[in-house]
């Protein structure tokens, strides 16, 4: 399995910058100018400088094709904006303590700029900048406050919002400017000179206070499409406040990345300054669009990590980093970091608490999944057959799901990752128990701990920790809704009964294992369960539903899920549980085994 590198087309990327050249080339051809973006008055040809803040000459190398990739940028700036724009998200909502560790984990990943929030907008943005001096402690990244320009009408200088930027106390801010006629006329009422009155003023000031600008031009693609000119007034008049980098925003997220390039193209032509994006995703479009944009020059790209924001969301960083860095050799974040990308993108996805997408490309838990026997069987041989990339690149793995559609091969390689040897007796054996109890309505591709259990068994293995003897479960509907429970197991030759209550009969049941084993198996204080479902199943088979249900659990380190199928919902919920603690225990970083004496 190639570690080294993206699997595929990793020469010719190269051969295609070598063509094109070194990116500082003054008076090179470039594809852009076709169309309508010729007849603007900016000089063409200059967004060589852009390129060049960030990048150094790229030297000629590789071998020759006979196609052309445009010249990229060697570096781009990468800004999360997951902490303002992505908390526009319906449904999430942070403390400034999930703020504060988002940004911590942001910082670990290696982003360039973290947005932190508008500090004159809510109370939580202006505590989150209060504390982030004395409570983030970034290795790496910058800092950056959101703000707007001032109002219309309004002298700089008494203007509250930038009194709260310079008040945040960061080194850079980020301001929004309309830079979209309708916007400036319709929503703002005001006319396009104060516009770029607004733009300049509030830049200049902030200069004045020390501060790096970014200006996010909003509604920049659609203003241009309708009157480039005024768009361009706009940006100008930030490069010569001082802005240090003009964001081009998508802010509606309609735009493709065909407008994407020749835009860019024009911007880059006219502007000595860097040119940033903030693309959306209402068309799909928004790592693509960012791509086009890196394309043509841009190098700075604003987005969120899981590609959290309002509507369709922003830019997915978590996809548009590999991207750049493993396909088109442009750098993001430190080449050594790429492997945080799918712990990271994790963990954030718990602090903002929303359940990680399992087809999220990259960093996903299913894009590396192989289900079919054949697929699986190649892939054992050869890795890049059936993955773009080499998934650790991204700290992805490869998996392997076992489903009654699996064949030999993959079993054997889901028992060799865990350490078992299956003979072609327990083999078989297995293979017919997964295909009868699929068929019962098991589904061992999303319950990875019962799977285990049952290649575990094949070989002979019995679980020794307990030995159940009965349980009963008495649902009350008098106060409070209670549940309880009783289990009478054998431990050893030790026979316990014990009780508990729980708010629903996996809670109940949960609580009286513990309650009989736990003193046993101290192990089993830290394995939770994390989730719970239930699905009632159609049978098809004429004997009535059956229900399914599925047990997520951690001990912190590792999760697992476990599944149960009954037509009885107390059976399956037993069967998902105590295959969970069964997991829990021969997993437990302590030995398992009885206390001696106990
Ligand atoms: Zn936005």
């Keep these: 399995m190639s570690n080294d590198g993206p699997t595929l087309n990793d020469d010719s990327f190269r051969g295609g910058r070598a063509q094109t050249g070194p990116a500082h080339s003054h008076g090179h051809t470039h594809s852009h100018g076709n169309g309508p973006d010729h007849s603007h008055p900016l000089t063409p040809g200059q967004h060589a400088h852009a390129r060049g803040r960030n990048g150094r000459d790229q030297p000629a190398s590789g071998g020759g094709h006979d196609f052309d990739l445009p010249a990229l940028p060697e570096a781009v700036d990468v800004f999360d904006t997951t902490l303002r724009d992505g908390s526009q998200q319906e449904g999430l909502s942070l403390t400034v303590d999930d703020k504060l560790r988002v940004a911590e984990q942001l910082d670990h990943l290696g982003v360039t700029f973290i947005e932190g929030g508008w500090p004159g907008s809510n109370p939580k943005d202006a505590e989150f900048f209060a504390r982030a001096p004395t409570e983030l402690n970034l290795a790496r990244a910058t800092l950056v406050a959101f703000g707007s320009t001032r109002r219309a009408g309004v002298r700089a200088e008494d203007d509250e919002t930038l009194r709260h930027l310079v008040e945040a106390q960061t080194e850079a801010v980020c301001i929004v400017a309309k830079s979209s006629e309708m916007h400036v006329v319709d929503a703002l009422r005001t006319t396009l ?267 002979g293995w019995v679980q020794d920790f307990f030995e159940l003897e009965s349980y009963r479960v008495i649902a009350d509907q008098g106060e409070g809704n209670s549940t309880e429970a009783t289990v009478k197991v054998l431990v050893g030759s030790e026979r316990i009964v014990a009780t508990a209550e729980g708010n629903g009969p996996v809670n109940a049941l949960d609580g009286a294992v513990r309650a009989a084993i736990g003193a046993h198996y101290p192990g089993l204080a830290g394995v939770h369960l994390v989730d719970y479902r239930v699905r009632v199943l159609d049978s098809a088979r004429g004997t009535g539903s059956v229900t399914r249900v599925l047990i997520d659990s951690t001990d912190g380190d590792r999760t697992w899920t476990t599944i149960g199928v009954s037509e009885n919902i107390i059976a399956a919920s037993w069967q998902a549980l105590s295959d969970s603690i069964v997991y829990g225990l021969l997993h437990a970083p302590v030995p398992p085994g009885p206390i001696a004496g106990g």
């Design 193 to 459: 000179d104060e516009a770029v009155s607004m733009v300049v003023d509030s830049v200049e000031f902030l200069r004045a206070n020390d501060l790096r600008v970014f200006l996010d031009a909003e509604h920049f693609f659609d203003g241009y499409k309708a009157n480039p000119e005024f768009s361009l007034r706009i940006l100008g008049a930030a490069e010569e406040a001082g802005a240090e980098t003009l964001v081009l925003c998508d802010t509606n997220g309609g735009t493709l990345p065909y407008e994407v390039e020749r835009i860019v193209s024009t911007v880059l032509g006219g502007f000595e300054t860097q040119v940033g994006v903030h693309f959306h995703n209402d068309s799909g479009c928004a790592v693509a669009n960012s791509l086009a944009a890196v394309g043509r020059g841009a190098t700075h790209v604003q987005g969120c990590v899981n590609g959290y924001g309002e509507r369709a969301g922003n830019t997915d960083l978590s996809a548009a980093i590999p991207d750049l860095s493993l396909k088109l050799k442009v750098a993001t974040i430190p080449r050594e970091r790429l492997e945080l990308l799918t712990p990271v993108a994790h963990h954030i996805a718990e602090l903002v608490n929303i359940a990680p997408d399992p087809q999220q490309p990259f960093v996903g838990a299913s894009v590396f999944a192989h289900k079919a026997g054949l697929h699986t069987s190649a892939i054992a041989r050869r890795s890049d057959a059936y993955e773009h990339i080499s998934p650790e690149l991204v700290g992805n793995g490869t998996r392997f799901v076992v489903s009654e559609m699996a064949g030999r091969s993959t079993l054997s390689m889901k028992a060799a990752e865990l350490g078992l040897e299956l003979d072609s007796q327990a083999m078989a054996s297995v293979l017919d128990s997964l295909k009868r109890l699929e068929h019962e309505g098991y589904h061992f591709e999303v319950a990875d701990g019962s799977l285990e259990l049952l290649l575990r068994n094949s070989t």
